[in-house]
């Protein structure tokens, strides 16, 4: 299964970007498809989740600012992110779990990662 992360960028404090990252190949469903970031320096971390189910969870940092949906259709989990600021700065990575077609075993994969920019 390979992902496709894009629509990261730069943009000044306040504004906003939208992330998608697509899943494809072998595919019989996907579960939980979240995104992660990784500021310089720190630990990656957990920044939105979503179930099959549609059900979410944010990191508090992010709660309010960002939301992440999906399109089952299309394999494609989205973060719309507002009101950006200096600390949203980071490299965000796609996670997205699942079933494969064939065998129907459990995979976890992850996108290549896009960089964030947020400036003063």
């Known amino acids: 299964v390979q992902l496709q992360a894009y629509g990261g960028g730069s943009v000044q404090a306040g504004g906003s970007l939208r992330l998608s990252c697509a899943a494809s190949?072998?595919?019989?469903?996907?579960?939980?498809m979240a995104w992660y970031r990784q500021a310089p320096g720190k630990r990656r971390e957990l920044v939105a989740a979503?179930?099959?189910?549609?059900?979410?969870n944010y990191a508090d940092s992010v709660k309010g600012r960002f939301t992440i949906s999906r399109d089952n259709a299309k394999n494609t989990v989205y973060l719309q992110m507002n009101s950006l600021n200096l600390e949203d700065t980071a490299v965000y990575y796609c996670?997205?779990?699942?079933?494969?077609?064939?065998?129907?075993?459990?995979?976890?994969?992850w996108g290549q990662g896009t960089q964030v920019t947020v400036s003063s």
């Open positions: 996670n997205v779990d699942g079933i494969l077609l064939v065998g129907g075993s459990f995979f976890s994969s």
């Open positions: 190949g072998s595919i019989s469903s996907i579960n939980r």
């Open positions: 979503i179930t099959s189910g549609e059900s979410t």
